[in-house]
């Protein structure tokens, strides 16, 4: 993705001078109305006839079309000249974002072989809460609470997934847990999360100019946050060298940390980070990668984005240890499919295991505040049972 370029918009910053980002004043031709419909979360255009729309999860051809090609690569002209760029046979692609923070893609002819192509996924003017992934059935109110406390409890969690599974969204949620007197640091490519909390410093990578230079990798910004004292690292994802750098975070004290990256299962999660590690460029040894690996990670959140276009944490896996060569890994929550609804919707629940969890000796020793149904599914151990009359 050497020529492709993310742009910082003046216009999304001025939301932190409290004004709304707005969409207002330039002319998106077809898919206007499409970009101010908050029910809509993606629009995507393939050539001037087809627009698809992505609308709670359903992907549905819509009856939108584009005068022409030359209309289209007009409105993606026009998108890209709002950050300052060109659009042409010398960068033929481009990523940036709206001025309302939705995020952009476009790639144009000769590369795009059957005619540009526009993809945006739409800014969530109001982010998902965990209530809200609650009631969509993405998780429970138990395994919302359990997560909640290895968040406080300084877990280093991974949230794992497909493309456009819902992993940036997880991983603001989780975000939310943190309490407000920890300084977070935020590593994006392109500054998606939207944090409440007040103490947080918000970083994003540059990539190189046309001529080459000048690019800021996620990789050098996760070295820098090294040095800003931060209680916590959020890394946006991680999809290359930096996942060593990650690592070795975890490991030195920065506990707490959060990421994403892209993988089908955990054990897939565990061999993909394997792989980032080697981009690094630091020769290490399979086993001392998998140690790094195994001390570093306690939580693997699984996401997937289900047939019926339901996004669902699959599992909460986490891990526990090393028996030789092999990372051990343990469900904690798993989702079990049960059929289908008259709609076609899948149904199921995402259930404990019954394995009790080795993070909850964390969460209590820590003095974790956490939720009743937590407390009863995984009790304290340490703590007295006045309900016999004696200490267990
Ligand atoms: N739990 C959910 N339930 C329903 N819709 C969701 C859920 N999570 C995310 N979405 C929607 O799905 C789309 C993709 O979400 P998100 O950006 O979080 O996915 P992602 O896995 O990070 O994608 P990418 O791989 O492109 O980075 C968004 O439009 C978002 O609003
Ligand atoms: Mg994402």
Redesign the pocket.
Known sequence: MGSTVTFHLAALESSSDGQEPSLAGHDYGAITQLLHDDSI??VMVNGPDQVYI?RK?QLTLSDIKFASEAELIRVIREIAAFVGRRIDDESPMVDCRLPDGSRVNAIIPPLAIDGASLTI??F?RDP?SVQD?IS?G?LTAEAAGFLEGCVKAHFNILVA?G???????TLNVLSSFIPDNERVVTIEDAAELQLRQPHKVRLESRPARIDGTGRISIRDLVVNSLRMRPDRIVIG?CRSGEALDMLQAMNTGHDGSLT?IQANSPRDTLARLETLVLMSGVDLPQRAIREQIASAIHLIVQQSRLRDGS?RITNITEIVGREGDTITLQDVFLFEETGLDGNGRIQGKLSPTGIRPNAMAKIYSRKVAISPALAALFPDRKAPDYTLGVRR
């Open positions: 979360s993606e992505e999860g996924r739409k969530a998902f992934l969509f993405t997934g493309t456009g599974s819902g992993k940036t969204t994802e994403t996004r």
